[in-house]
């Protein structure tokens, strides 16, 4: 079955710095992938998302670019403000009505 | 994008006692909803898929016996934890799918003691 690594496990950036986070999947039917961000205690959010007939997608300060021939997908967020600090999860699925499958997280910690 | 909510939110039980989450979707119908845990500072895992009208299907390793999932309509989902031990506390999310999309219930945090 799909399996998904993201990395790193933690990051910190000053307030304004950009983010990256990688994840790679193993699945190569996998043609969507999201990408949620979580709060303390609280549902996961999706923030955006991209499937497999696009290579990159941006949403103001957020984007996600996708390769395919190498199974990785990124997530970029540009000028990081304190607000944006929360742990990400990227994910994969085959789409419709099949599960995702999630990487392991990313802490981000943003400083002000 | 669409409302899934779930309920309850918090619950607190004692070792041995069974617990009842319930996932609705609000706006659309959910021919399939996923039941995730979530323990402390860890991923999401998926335990099970819940198919309207069938028998869910459960990931390696979860019990099928001791977390009844029930899929009787297109906009309710029930996972039963049946005889709760302390191991099995931890953050239960459904996420219902319709159109292409998953939404993600609130989530509901069981504590067993």
């Known amino acids: 079955g799909e399996n998904v690594e993201q990395h790193p496990s933690t990051l910190s950036v000053q307030e304004g710095d950009s983010a990256v986070i990688k994840c790679t999947y193993s699945d190569s039917a996998s043609n969507y992938f999201p990408w949620y961000k979580q709060e303390l205690g609280k549902r996961p959010q999706l923030i955006i998302d991209i499937r497999s007939n696009v290579g990159e997608k941006k949403d103001q300060r957020i984007a996600v670019t996708l390769n395919k021939t190498a199974k990785h997908f990124s997530l970029h967020i540009t000028e990081t403000q304190p607000e944006d600090s929360a742990v990400y999860f990227c994910a994969a699925s085959i789409g419709g009505n099949t599960p995702l499958v999630f990487g392991k997280g990313t802490r981000l910690s943003v400083i002000a | 994008g669409a409302v899934v ?15 009842k989450i319930e996932c609705r979707s609000l706006d659309f119908q959910a021919t399939t909803m996923f039941w995730y845990r979530q323990f402390p500072k860890q991923s999401l895992m998926l335990m099970a898929t819940s198919n309207e009208g069938s028998k869910a299907t459960y990931e390696q390793g979860v019990e099928k016996d001791k977390f009844l999932i029930n899929h009787a309509s297109l906009t309710l989902s029930t996972l039963t934890v049946t005889s709760a031990h302390p ?26 003691l």
Not at chain 2, 97 to 104: C, D, L, N, R, V
């Open chain 2, 5 to 19: 909510s779930q309920h309850p939110s918090r619950v607190i039980c004692k070792s041995g006692t069974s617990v």
């Open chain 2, 87 to 112: 191991e099995d506390s931890s953050f239960y999310i459904c996420s219902a799918s319709g159109g292409g999309w998953q939404y993600f219930g609130p989530g509901t945090r069981l504590t067993v």
